[in-house]
């Protein structure tokens, strides 16, 4: 089974710039959540898509936005980078059940220059 | 209060011993509550889910669950070096997990 996969790895952007990242979740997985992991703040919840539908955001800036197509694969958007957007951005992948068992991909490491 | 706390470390332990991790929690409803480990550089992977107070073993890792203390804590016996990691405590709300800061887990050969 195959597990959920993040796109791409790495990126290096300018400030200003805005950025695109990719996520598909484990087969038969409904539910996508986004995090920002930094050394300072930890892992930090940013939104959570259920059948396309937004269930949760965090307390992040509008710059920070998401979408779900009908596939179930997410994406994220962050416009406008700052030198602190530099981060590990993860995505994890539950089923529609309400134990909410999560499972990460492998994360994309994003650098602002 | 933060929603999820964990025991500040980092934790040093030699090999073969028991390394002890422990966590609080805020929401007195939380019926789930999960472990996750994460080396370094790399993305947390999950290790053990916990519904039920008490005990779950799962190999060299015993999770307890206490819910009326909002207690949840995670014993791996005979620690090796490849247990070397960050280890999540997480406690699922509103569509989301919020995780603690993580306790860094070092095992000396």
């Known amino acids: 089974k195959a597990g959920v996969t993040q796109t791409p790895r790495y990126l290096i952007k300018t400030r200003g710039q805005q950025v695109t990242l990719s996520c598909s979740p484990i087969?038969?997985?409904?539910?996508v959540s986004w995090y920002q992991q930094t050394p300072g703040q930890g892992l930090q919840f940013l939104f959570e898509?259920?059948?396309?539908?937004?269930?949760n955001k965090g307390n992040f800036p509008g710059r920070f936005s998401g979408r779900q197509f009908s596939n179930s694969r997410s994406e994220m958007n962050v416009s406008t980078l700052e030198l602190g957007d530099s981060a590990l951005y993860l995505c994890a992948s539950s089923s529609s059940g309400d134990l909410f068992e999560a499972f990460f991909g492998q994360g994309t490491r994003l650098t602002v220059v | 209060q933060k929603e999820v706390e964990q025991n500040s470390g980092p934790l040093s332990v030699p090999e073969g011993a028991i390394a002890s991790l422990n966590c609080t929690y805020s929401?007195?409803?939380?019926?789930?509550f999960f472990w996750y480990r994460q080396y370094s550089g790399k993305s947390p992977e999950l290790i053990m889910s916990?519904?039920?107070?008490g005990d779950k073993e799962d190999g060299r890792f015993t999770a307890q669950l206490n819910k009326a203390s909002q207690y949840v804590s995670l014993l791996i016996r005979d620690s090796q070096p490849s247990d070397s990691a960050t280890y999540l405590c997480a406690v699922p709300n509103d569509y989301k997990l919020s995780f603690g800061a993580g306790t860094t887990v070092t095992v000396r050969a």
């Open positions: 898509y259920f059948s396309e539908t937004q269930r």
């Open positions: 929401d007195r409803v939380s019926q789930s």
């Open positions: 916990i519904y039920s107070n």
């Open positions: 087969s038969g997985h409904r539910s």
